[in-house]
């Protein structure tokens, strides 16, 4: 059974740095990219940022390009994202989300695959 557990969010003050886990289970790792994806109150899902655990490849969005790093654990079934100097705006429900290696490049994520429970961040001014 595939599993993905994501963890990490919380409450934090505008420029404060918050990082999200996701521990993936039920399937080949590094068969799969593991993404990001968010949706906040009234505003449609976005694609954050997702790496390959095939290829290393790495996406992010333009809007926490150079605020976010996506890595991953290999050994662990881990992929984490720390997110630094947030903004309200980050304020949003983030998924995870195991899609095949080949749905993750450096333009965006494909967002079909096996998704796990969301972690709320919420970012105060």
């Known amino acids: 059974e595939v599993q993905l557990q994501a963890s990490g969010g919380g409450l934090v003050q505008a420029g404060g740095s918050l990082r999200l886990s996701c521990v993936a289970s039920?399937?080949?790792?590094?068969?799969?990219?593991i993404g990001w994806i968010r949706q906040a109150p009234g505003k449609e899902r976005g694609g954050v940022s997702c790496?390959?655990?095939?290829?290393?490849?790495?996406y992010y969005a333009d809007s926490v390009k150079g605020r976010a790093t996506i890595s991953s654990d290999n050994a662990k079934n881990t992929v984490y994202l720390q997110m630094n100097s947030l903004r309200p705006e980050d304020t949003a429900v983030y998924y995870c989300?195991?899609?095949?290696?080949?749905?993750?490049?450096?333009?965006?994520?494909?967002?079909?695959?096996?998704w796990g429970q969301g972690a709320q961040v919420t970012v105060s001014s």
């Open positions: 989300l195991a899609v095949p290696h080949y749905y993750c490049s450096a333009n965006g994520i494909t967002e079909y695959g096996h």
């Open positions: 790496i390959s655990n095939s290829d290393g490849i790495t």
């Open positions: 039920g399937f080949t790792f590094d068969d799969y990219a």
